[in-house]
């Protein structure tokens, strides 16, 4: 495995581990960009603390900042470091299914 593929997997499983990050993607993967002040009106967090998460979603690459009217930010989700942790995760199985079958036939005796 690629080591970028793996430090995108690790910042994405880092930011996704967070019930309250998981709940601000759903509801960007819900109803689309939204600004910290539409995702405070839907959570029940602050806006402070919607802005810390949107943060670190920002620096795993999950969501990037549209500059939008009036100076405010809209936060759009981005499906690659998702597609890339998916990536790390189907690259582990493929390893651990090969370990499994070879001690399936060790075994098995073959």
């Known amino acids: ?5 793996e430090a995108v997997a690790e910042q994405v499983f880092v930011a ?7 709940a601000i993607l ?12 539409d995702l405070a009106g839907r959570l029940p967090i ?6 810390k998460h949107l943060a670190v979603m920002t ?4 969501v990037t900042p549209e500059p939008g009217e009036r100076r405010r930010v809209r936060y759009r989700l981005r499906s690659a470091p998702v597609q890339l942790a998916q990536q790390f ?3 582990l199985a493929h390893q651990w299914d090969d ?10 005796g073959s």
């Open 46 to 51: 602050t806006r402070q603390a919607i802005a």
């Open 26 to 37: 759903a509801a960007l993967a819900a109803d689309g960009p939204a600004t910290v002040g």
């Open 89 to 91: 995760l189907a690259a």
């Open 16 to 22: 996704l581990a967070d019930p309250t990050r998981r």
């Open 99 to 108: 370990r499994l079958e070879a001690l399936q036939r060790h075994l098995n």
């Open 1 to 5: 495995m690629a080591p970028d593929i």
């Open 59 to 62: 620096d795993a690459g999950l």
